[in-house]
């Protein structure tokens, strides 16, 4: 692993952590929700890089799965959160 | 080849760092949307097609990532947002807009 790729799953692990902050300590329901759409977008660009560094096409597969069903969940929880049940 | 792959997941990786550190710093949910939506959309997406360009065997994969991202994002976002709205969420202080509460004054005097 080269000094690049370690600079730049730092960048991405940061953001992780500054959005995962905003999630543990957001005032109401929506902040929450945006925080974890946040979350899942970082994760399925840092799941492709993770891949690219450790040579397995495999971590493709598993991207676009996770980014399939976290936005099918997401409006889901913003159905919920507009009315009520 | 690899120079240009590494310059765009640099761009990438970076917006996607600026992503979190808005929706840490915002004062109010729409804020928040708007920094936590578009920074990683460009961010998601140039990093995915960094990755494409450094490996060309997997361009086409990688391409087909960013283009549903870049497709259900903004949809995610949107819902959202408007959900926050409708479920009653109050804008910070300084805000000086509310379009969404005038058009409802509009509406209700036609």
Request: net charge positive; charged share 15%.
């Amino acid at each position: 692993m080269s000094i690049t790729m370690i600079v730049f799953l730092s960048l991405i692990g940061l953001g992780l952590v500054l959005s995962f902050l905003r999630m543990l300590s957001g005032p109401t329901a929506p902040d929450r929700a945006v925080a974890v759409d946040t979350m899942t977008t970082i994760i399925v660009a840092s799941l492709v890089l993770l891949g690219f560094i450790l040579g397995r096409y495999v971590y493709l597969d598993v991207a676009l799965v996770y980014s399939l069903i976290s936005f099918i969940g997401l409006v889901a929880l913003a159905r919920f959160l507009e009315r009520g049940f | 080849m690899h120079i240009l792959g590494i310059v765009v997941t640099g761009i990438g990786v970076t917006f996607l760092f600026l992503g979190g550190l808005g929706l840490f710093r915002f004062p109010d949910v729409y804020n928040r949307v708007q920094a936590g939506t578009k920074c990683t959309t460009l961010g998601a997406f140039s990093t995915v097609v960094g990755v494409g360009i450094m490996q060309p065997g997997w361009f086409w994969k990688a391409l087909i990532i960013g283009i549903f991202i870049l497709s259900t994002n903004p949809i995610s976002s949107h819902s959202l947002g408007r959900a926050a709205y409708k479920s009653g969420t109050k804008l910070t202080e300084g805000s000086v807009v509310d379009k969404a509460r005038e058009f409802e004054q509009y509406r209700e005097e036609q």
